[in-house]
């Protein structure tokens, strides 16, 4: 029989595609990797992940074996929005949809709000698997520049003057790929600018609990009410391979659609999951375990910046991040970090090349390098192993 | 702000709607309920789960808290392949793609193969959560009568020869809603009249190992081979709540984007559940489990049975299924489906009225009824219940 695939499916991947290629190089040996995206291990609450599993089994066995509705499981929705309320931000647990963590969250908005060539808006660069998921729905899809403290606001202005969004999105805290922080003076323009408007902002913010200097900023929401839809995840702060992120929407109607959706797109979110989790926040002081994390990627980071001071060439510079996973570093005029990438992969180091992460732009010489999986050692030699590879590539 | 939504959120949801109505309805009060389709709790395996979940977290912990690869954990794919190889099937484990129950398999299926106005074909009735999926990709959704033995053969030939179909989506086991099963003669013709056609049998079958009476019948795999897709679920065997599902697909570069767009929708299944479950399967006699099921779901079946016969009019008939959760009952000439629910309910039993499990018909007398979560008393009560709303409704 002859395939017949979608056009969905036969659309080009750059993303997909690049990533693959990364990962091939990255399977060649045993590398030092400053590529990933993972969290630490060490940093999985294991014991207490058991102790709650065998309360919940003991307890509520067979209703968190059972099917449950598809907006989440009510304790962990209430748990989330109080821990927004603690935070400042004012959130209900009717607003919270739980899902199978935040990459489907995109899906689920993009859904219900996007049409094929909608507008919609992203930073360059951007997380890579963002773009991804909104290339499904065929938007357009404009960006704006990030400096060192968030979106450049004049280019946004101009942006949203120009053409009809149907929404930001953003990571505004400690961004992937950038590391970058948006300062309160950054939101503060940039809502004033959509204020109003028919757009959202889309605030993705699996890092903002990992803050280890600095002074935390305030959520869009603070400024911009239900015209900001949040994304959060546990997947940072407890562990990625439970798959629990939310959204947080205040609009009732949107709400209700991204629930009817949710419900289409898999039924719900693993109840064993949800009220595992839920019991795990309740014998357990969740601020402290992530104090445990901060103090561990603080560290991480230091050791990083510390030895890209050490090595690096003078005409280099990168991001120095207040908190989450990553580095971001530009290359020396003239070096294409796609050909350094390879270079380093065959050096022993894996990197991870800007490319993806840009909706269009090529040719650029930017990496991102992840700090928090990686041993001081491992990360001195890594960076005294790259210094070289560029040393080499300016002959 | 004004809220835009998508043209998909904005689609007409009949069959969304009328499950509203119903859960409206049935949450009015304490009622007999044959209207659900949940899994007896008192099924599922409380204890084995709790020991596998602690043999996980002590001896794989961080591995199962961990990101996962997009297509599933190894050990669970080998199981699920051997599982098919040795009820005849030929599967090998990198056919399989896990996803979050099957109802995220039709999902990644048509989101894959559908592109808008394509045909696909479904039985009359199907099962209302894949109309309802396969309505967000905007088909052209042609139907086909069941028989008791199956699908309408000479209908089936029919719709081949004047339609191109991307796929056929089946539940050829203990259908939901039918509880019909496919006779290996009708699977036979279809097969014959598919094979060599650029066109897929999706073989849903949640209920398939769900056999109290009569023989198996053979899956479709073993006359289409590759042209045949598999979605399997453990949420009637094991626990809904874990959402576990699985896409079998012999088709390397169907399987490669189905993969991806898994990827790009939620990353993978929960790591941890998806360990977890394996280590179960690994301790426990999945076979002796489900026996007790099919003994439970049998006595379940064989009551509901008796007591139709017993409190029913003459002028009905119903399906006597040999497996599975479900009796499809037609009521007498002139007995509208939906109406009947509304005083049903008012009477104290709940039940679901045929009409969303219909593409198009409209205004038909047909109910579906589940006997796996209630009493032998209650399903007596509501059957004598049931019987004087008929007779109520004839004056």
């Known amino acids: ?82 821990r927004y309320r603690k935070q400042g931000v004012n959130v209900e647990a009717k607003d919270i949809l739980i899902t199978n963590g935040s990459q489907q969250a995109l899906d689920v908005i993009s859904s219900c709000l996007v049409d094929p060539s909608d507008t919609v808006l992203v930073e360059d660069p951007s997380y890579l698997a963002a773009l991804q998921s909104f290339h499904l729905y065929n938007p357009n899809i404009k960006t704006i520049d990030l400096n060192e403290d968030g979106a ?16 930001f999105y953003a990571v505004p805290n400690f961004q992937n790929p950038t590391g970058i922080t948006y300062t309160n003076a950054v939101r503060e323009k940039i809502a004033e600018i959509m204020k109003g408007k028919d757009t959202f ?39 990625p391979g439970l798959r629990i992120g939310w959204i947080v929407c205040g609009i009732k109607e949107l709400m209700q ?29 969740y601020d402290a375990h992530i104090k445990k994390i901060i103090d561990m990627y603080g560290k991480q980071c230091g050791y990083m910046l510390e030895a890209m001071d050490k090595h690096l060439p003078d005409d280099m510079h990168w991001t120095h991040p207040e908190g989450g996973m990553f580095v971001w570093a530009t290359l ?50 890594g960076m005294s192993i790259l210094a070289k590879v560029i040393k080499d590539m300016r002959k």
């Open 332 to 381: 020396p005029k003239g070096i294409d970090a796609v050909e350094f990438y390879k270079k380093a992969a065959d050096a022993g180091v894996a990197v991870v090349p800007g490319e993806p992460f840009y909706e269009a732009k090529r040719g650029l010489g930017t990496l991102r390098l992840n700090y928090t999986n990686s041993k001081p050692e491992d990360i001195d030699k």
């Open 257 to 285: 659609k991204m629930t009817e959706y949710k419900q289409l797109i898999d039924m719900h979110t693993s109840t064993f999951v949800q009220v595992v989790v839920t019991q795990y926040f309740e014998d357990n002081d």
């Open 152 to 167: 450049d606001v004049e280019q946004f202005r101009e942006s949203m003057n120009k053409y009809d969004h149907k929404f």
């Open 1 to 82: 029989m002859k395939l017949r695939l979608s056009k969905r499916a036969l659309q080009e991947d750059f993303q997909g595609n690049f990533v693959k290629m990364i990962l091939e190089v990255a399977a060649k040996g045993d590398l030092i990797s400053f590529a990933g995206g993972l969290p630490n291990p060490a940093s999985f609450p294991v014991e207490e992940i058991k102790a709650a599993a065998i309360k919940v089994l003991e307890t509520k066995g067979s209703y968190s074996l059972q099917y449950n509705s598809a907006e989440g499981y009510g304790p962990l929705r209430e748990f989330i929005a109080n």
């Open 201 to 239: 902002f889309i605030e993705d913010n699996p890092y903002g609990e990992l803050r280890f200097k600095g002074e935390h900023q305030k959520s869009l929401y603070t400024y911009l009410g239900d015209q900001a839809i949040l994304l959060g995840t546990f997947s940072k702060t407890v562990s």
